[in-house]
C-alpha cells in the first residue's frame, strides 16, 4: 500500500470547493433518455422506430385507462395507427369527458417531437370522435397546403370518407352544413370581408358552422404559432374561439408548444391555472414557474403528465450526430466588415446631429428602426461569412454519397422601405436591398444636405464590396436551380447564365402555381434528381426530408443550418425535416457559428429557447438535440450580471476581480472598449453625468450591438464579457445556489434511505390530489468494513489505498481504494465513513510510505 506526495499550498478552503465541484459533477450525470413503451395501452402495434422519454418524464406514471375506444379493430390490428398514436388517442378522449371547474370541457397537450406522427394521431383523434357521432371537426395549421396533408392522414388510417373543407376556398358568409373537418390557417382567424356591405369575420363564420353547443374536436396544430395570446391578434382569436364554443373537444398539438411559459397563454383547457386551481390567474402560474427556474418547469410537464393532460415522446436520437463547426474569417472578409462598422458608427452620428439641428422631440420610432435595421445588416454578414466553408464541408460529404439539407430562416428577397417619421423638413427611409445589405437615405432640408451626400457616397463604395445574396449565392456554387431544390417563400430569384451574366427569373413553372413549387421541389428531392435541398422557415413546418425507406433518394441527410433561427420553435420545426419515422439512416447536424463574437447573439437565443423548451415539452432541459449549444446561453441573470460588471469596469466605476483579456494592453483595452459602446450605443454621453450606460441595456440589446464592433473589438470585448459570466456561474456552484434543476441522486450504486415520509392534500383540477414530501440520506460510498475485505484481495502492486495530494486541516485525506489503477484510467471505491476527496489528475504513487 502506498502513500502520495502531499504539497503543502491548499487550504483547507480550497479542499472543500474542490470537494463541492466534484459532488455537482457527479449528480445527474446519467441517460437523458429511457426508450418509450405504453405502460397502461395494451393495443396496437409496435411504432416502426424507436421512441424514446425523458428520464424525469418517465419516472411518472400516466394515469388508469377507463376510456373505450370505438376505432375498428382493423384499423388497429394492421398498424395504420401504432401503439404510440393510439395511447395518445385514448389519453385525449379520456381527458376530453373531464368537465373542468370553470364549466369548460378540459383539453389535451400532444407534446410529440418531429416525426412521431402527430398528424396521424390527431387523425385518429377525429375518426374516434366521428364514430361516436361527433361528425364536425375544426383543424387549425399554418399553412393552407397542410390540407393535403390532413387529407393523407384521414386516408392513411382507412378514414378517407370523412371530407376536409379549406375554410379558404369558401365564402365570406357561407354557413353550409357539411359534414366533416373545417381546416383553416390561424391567420385566417383574424380574417374580415366587406362583401355585400355586410361586415363578415372568418370566426363569426366558423362559430356559424360550429353552432354554440359545439362539442366536436378543435385541433390546434403547430400550436406554438398561438404564442403570445394576450398581445396579437391571433392569439387572442385563439382564446376566444375557445371561451366560445366551452364544449368544444380541444387538443393542442406541436413539439414546440411551450418554448417559453409565457407562451402556454393560450392554452386555457389544460386546468393548470384559473378557478379551482393553485394559480388564480395564468400570471400567478407563470409568477411562480419563472421565480423557480427550470426545476419548476420540469415539475410541471411530469404533473401534466400524471394528471392525463400530455404525452410527450420523441423519436430516439440514437445514430444522429451533431456538431458545430466554428468557420474562421477570411481576412479579406475582416477588412469589409471592419469597414461597415465604422460606416455604421458614422452614420450613427450622423443621425443624432440630424436629429438635434432638427429638434426632434420623439426619437423612438427612429431608433427602434435604425437600430433593428442594424441588426439585420449584420446578421446577413455573419451569415455570408460562412458560405465559403459550408460548401467545402458540403463538397466532401456529397462526395462520401450523403444528401444535404441547408437550412436557412430568410431568403434576403424583400425589399423593406420604411417611413420613420415624415413631416415637411425630416423623412428618414432605410432600405434593406435584396442582397442582404442596408444604406440609410436622409432627406430633409439643406442644412443637413451635405451629410446626406457624404453619407450616400460613402455607402456605394461599401456596397461594392459587399456579399452577394447567400441563398443565389449557394445555389449557384452546387450547380444552379437545375441541381438544387429550393424549398422557400420567394417568388423569384437571381440566377447566373452560361455567359456569365446574371439576371433575376420566377420560380413558378409552367402548369404550377408558386404554391406547388416547394412539393414538387421536394419530390425532386426525396427522389434522388437533385441532392441538395435549401429550406426556409417556410419550408419548416410539414415537409418531410428524411432518408425515408419508401423513396429513391435513401442516402444519409447531412443538415447543414447556416442561419441560426430567431427561436427555437423554428429550429425544432426545421430538425425536424430530416429526423422522422421510418428512415433508413439517422441525419447529421451541423450547426455552423463564424469567430465573430457577435453571432454568439443568436446561437445565444436559440440555446435558451431550446433550455427551456427541453424542460416544458419533455421534462427534461436536455432532452432537445441541440443541447450543446448551452454554452452559448446568455440570456440569464448571469448574463445580466456580468453586463453590469463589465460596462462599470469599463467605465472605471468599480474594480473588476475578473482580470482583464491578455490579448491586449489594459489601458489600451479600456480605451478601445469604450470607444466602441459608443459606437454602437451602449455607452452615451450626457450632459450632466457624462458617458454613462443607455438605460434600459439588457442582455439581449448587448449581443444585438456589440455586432456592429469591428472584428477584433467585438471578439476582445466579447471575451471578457464571457469570463465575468463563467466566474459569476462557479461562485454560485460552490455557494450552492445554481439551479441544476432535477437531479438523479443514485445514478450508480448508491443506497438510497427513507428518513421522513409527509402527505399534503391539494385542490385539483379536474380532481383533488396528494403531493408527498420525501426526506432521503443518500449512501454514495462503500463501507469501510466491504472496503478492508476487497483489499485482502489486491493482486497488482498499483493497487491499494490512495491519499489525496491535498492536505486539509494539517491532515492527510484517505481517497479510496483503487481496484484497478492503470497509467490512464483509475476506478476508485470510496469509503463512506470517512472524509473523501477525489480531484482528477492530483493522484501518483510514491512507494516510501504505508498507509496505517
Not at 777 to 794: F, H, I, K, Q, T
Request: net charge neutral.
Amino acid at each position: 500500500m502506498y502513500a502520495l506526495q502531499l504539497p503543502k499550498t491548499e487550504t483547507p478552503a480550497e479542499e472543500e470547493e474542490d470537494a463541492e465541484e466534484e459532488e455537482a459533477e457527479e449528480l445527474g450525470h446519467v441517460d437523458t433518455y429511457a426508450e418509450y413503451k405504453p405502460s397502461k395501452s395494451t393495443i396496437g402495434i409496435s411504432h416502426p422506430d424507436i421512441v424514446v422519454e425523458t428520464n424525469t418524464l418517465s419516472s411518472v406514471p400516466p394515469p388508469d385507462i377507463t376510456y373505450t375506444l370505438s376505432i375498428p379493430e382493423a384499423t388497429i390490428n394492421s398498424g395504420m395507427l401504432s401503439a404510440l398514436q393510439l395511447e395518445a388517442v385514448i389519453y385525449a378522449c379520456q381527458q376530453h369527458e373531464v368537465i373542468l371547474q370553470n364549466n369548460q370541457r378540459a383539453g389535451f397537450l400532444i407534446g410529440d417531437g418531429a416525426g412521431v406522427g402527430k398528424g396521424r394521431t390527431v387523425a385518429g383523434i377525429i375518426l374516434e370522435n366521428y364514430l361516436k357521432g361527433r361528425k364536425k371537426s375544426l383543424w387549425f395549421s399554418i399553412s393552407n397546403d397542410l390540407k393535403f396533408d390532413a387529407e393523407r392522414d384521414l386516408k392513411d388510417i382507412n378514414a378517407p370518407y370523412i371530407p376536409v373543407h379549406a375554410l379558404n376556398k369558401i365564402k365570406y358568409g357561407d354557413t353550409a352544413t357539411s359534414e366533416g373537418v373545417l381546416f383553416a390557417t390561424y391567420s385566417a382567424l383574424i380574417g374580415e370581408s366587406q362583401a355585400g356591405g355586410q361586415h363578415r369575420t372568418r370566426i363569426k363564420q366558423i362559430l356559424d358552422w360550429c353552432k354554440p353547443d359545439f362539442d366536436g374536436v378543435i385541433i390546434f396544430d403547430e400550436c406554438h404559432k398561438a404564442k403570445n395570446a394576450t398581445s396579437t391578434k391571433m392569439g387572442k382569436a385563439v382564446l376566444d374561439l375557445q371561451n366560445k364554443l366551452p364544449r368544444a373537444r380541444v387538443v393542442y398539438a406541436s413539439a414546440t408548444g411551450a418554448s417559453e411559459p409565457k407562451n402556454m397563454i393560450y392554452m386555457s383547457r389544460l386546468g393548470i391555472w384559473g378557478e379551482g386551481t393553485p394559480f388564480r390567474t395564468f400570471e400567478d402560474f407563470l409568477h411562480a414557474i419563472e421565480k423557480r427556474g427550470v426545476g419548476a418547469m420540469e415539475i410541471v410537464a411530469m404533473d401534466m403528465k400524471v394528471s392525463g393532460m400530455y404525452i410527450a415522446r420523441q423519436l430516439s436520437f440514437a445514430g444522429v450526430s451533431f456538431r458545430i463547426e466554428e468557420i474562421a474569417l477570411d481576412d479579406d472578409f475582416k477588412v469589409v466588415y471592419n469597414k461597415a462598422a465604422k460606416l455604421w458608427a458614422e452614420a450613427l452620428q450622423v443621425f443624432m446631429r440630424a436629429a438635434d439641428e432638427l429638434g426632434l422631440v420623439s426619437r423612438k420610432s427612429l431608433w427602434g428602426q435604425f437600430w433593428s435595421s442594424h441588426q439585420r445588416f449584420f446578421k446577413y454578414l455573419c451569415i455570408a461569412a460562412k458560405v465559403r466553408c459550408l460548401v467545402e464541408l458540403a463538397q466532401k460529404e456529397l462526395q462520401a454519397g450523403k444528401s444535404l439539407v441547408i437550412g436557412l430562416q430568410s431568403t434576403g428577397e424583400s425589399r423593406t422601405r420604411e417611413v420613420l417619421d415624415e413631416n415637411d423638413e425630416f423623412t428618414v427611409v432605410i432600405i434593406l436591398w435584396s442582397n442582404g445589405t442596408c444604406c440609410f437615405v436622409l432627406v430633409s432640408t439643406a442644412r443637413i444636405e451635405e451629410m446626406k451626400q457624404s453619407l450616400l457616397t460613402k455607402i456605394a463604395e461599401l456596397g461594392k464590396e459587399l456579399p452577394l445574396n447567400t441563398l443565389d449565392e449557394l445555389i449557384d456554387k452546387f450547380g444552379g436551380p437545375e441541381k438544387v431544390s429550393e424549398m422557400t417563400g420567394r417568388k423569384g430569384r437571381v440566377v447566373r447564365r452560361a455567359d456569365g451574366t446574371v439576371c433575376y427569373e420566377s420560380r413558378a413553372e409552367q402548369g404550377l402555381t408558386i404554391d406547388h413549387i416547394n412539393i414538387k421541389e421536394k419530390d425532386r428531392f426525396m427522389g434522388g434528381e437533385k441532392l441538395v435541398a435549401i429550406i426556409s422557415e417556410a419550408a419548416s413546418s410539414g415537409i418531410s426530408l428524411q432518408a425515408d425507406k419508401r423513396v429513391k433518394n435513401q442516402r444519409r441527410r447531412v443538415h447543414m443550418t447556416l442561419e441560426l433561427p430567431w427561436s427555437a420553435d423554428r429550429a425544432i420545426q426545421q430538425f425536424g425535416r430530416t429526423h422522422r419515422s421510418n428512415q433508413v439512416t439517422a441525419p447529421e447536424y451541423i450547426f455552423l457559428i463564424s469567430e465573430l463574437a457577435g453571432e454568439r447573439r443568436f446561437a445565444s437565443i436559440v440555446a435558451k429557447r431550446l433550455e427551456s423548451l427541453g424542460a416544458l415539452t419533455h421534462g427534461d432541459r436536455r432532452a432537445t438535440e441541440s443541447r450543446d449549444l448551452s454554452k452559448y446561453n446568455f440570456e440569464n441573470k448571469y448574463g445580466t450580471k456580468a453586463l453590469d460588471k463589465i460596462t462599470k469596469a469599463i467605465l472605471g466605476y468599480i474594480e473588476n476581480k475578473v482580470p482583464l483579456p491578455k490579448t491586449t494592453p489594459g489601458d489600451s483595452f479600456i480605451v478601445d472598449m469604450k470607444l466602441g459602446l459608443m459606437d454602437v450605443g451602449i455607452f452615451c454621453r450626457e450632459p450632466r453625468f457624462g458617458i454613462n450606460t443607455e438605460k434600459d441595456c439588457t442582455i439581449t440589446k448587448f449581443l444585438n450591438r456589440i455586432l456592429g464592433l469591428e472584428v477584433h473589438k467585438q471578439n476582445y470585448l466579447f471575451q471578457y464579457f464571457t469570463d465575468n459570466f463563467d466566474y459569476l456561474i462557479e461562485k454560485d456552484k460552490k455557494e450552492g445556489k445554481y439551479d441544476m434543476g432535477i437531479l438523479d441522486l443514485a445514478p450508480g450504486n448508491d443506497e438510497i434511505y427513507e428518513e421522513k415520509q409527509e402527505t399534503f392534500l391539494t385542490a385539483g383540477n379536474p380532481q383533488d390530489g396528494q403531493v408527498v414530501l420525501y426526506r432521503i440520506s443518500v449512501d454514495r460510498g462503500m463501507p469501510w468494513d466491504e472496503a478492508y475485505n476487497r483489499s485482502l484481495n489486491l493482486s497488482s502492486p498499483e493497487e491499494g489505498f490512495y491519499l489525496s495530494l491535498k492536505v486539509s486541516y494539517k491532515k492527510q485525506r484517505t481517497v479510496g481504494l483503487s481496484g484497478v489503477c492503470a497509467a490512464i484510467n483509475i476506478l476508485l471505491v470510496r469509503p463512506s465513513d470517512l472524509f473523501i476527496l477525489y480531484s482528477r489528475g492530483s493522484l501518483s504513487r510514491n512507494k516510501h510510505a504505508n498507509i496505517p
